[in-house]
């Protein structure tokens, strides 16, 4: 017997869909001492990375607080959320520097949303890897927020997640 990847519920091998689920079995993989790192990205889903929590804000939120939380926490962004969750838009490090000039003292008290890049690119939990890395290669990001089916903010990856995977992985074909 054997477990899907998505809801954990036990199958045969061959079964197409998980009957659980509904998740496509088809594709299930070998163990993972069995690939390379390259082939993990490929095969392996976002939710092996564990993404993070996201810390999420409100539109409204003044420019000023959500730069505070970013340096304290030590965070790369924040993302910008409606009172459901939805996401709205992203912001991050590199808004920062891009967006606010030389005068930011003037922002700090303006809406996040003034900043923010509106609709950011989003992935899913049970997407691969290696789309991760071509969205952030592609458009030059550092972070992915991750939503659910109805498109609520529910992590965040970074470059940072991909590198650490990528060197436990290979670290592991090493040993």
């Known amino acids: 017997m054997s477990t899907c990847p998505m809801c954990g519920a036990e199958f045969i091998e061959g079964t197409d869909d998980c009957e ?78 891009m967006r606010l000039s030389v005068d930011y003292r003037d922002a700090l008290d303006k809406p996040i949303s003034d900043f923010m890049t509106p609709e950011p690119h989003t992935l899913r939990a049970k997407d691969r890897i290696v789309f991760a890395v071509q969205r952030m290669d592609l458009g030059g990001y550092r972070h992915v927020p991750i939503v659910d089916g109805d498109g609520k903010a529910v992590g965040i990856v970074s470059v940072r997640d991909i590198l650490s995977y990528m060197t436990e992985n290979l670290s592991d074909d090493t040993e």
Request: hydrophobic share 30%; aromatic share 4%.
């Open 20 to 97: 659980q689920c509904g998740n496509s079995l088809t594709d299930t993989f070998s163990p993972r001492e069995t690939i390379s790192e390259a082939e993990g990205l490929l095969i392996h889903r976002i939710r092996e990375l564990k993404p993070a929590k996201p810390f999420c804000v409100s539109p409204d939120t003044p420019t000023g607080k959500v730069l505070r939380t970013i340096s304290e926490q030590r965070i790369g962004c924040a993302l910008v959320t409606d009172q459901q969750q939805h996401l709205l838009g992203i912001f991050s490090e590199r808004d920062a520097l």
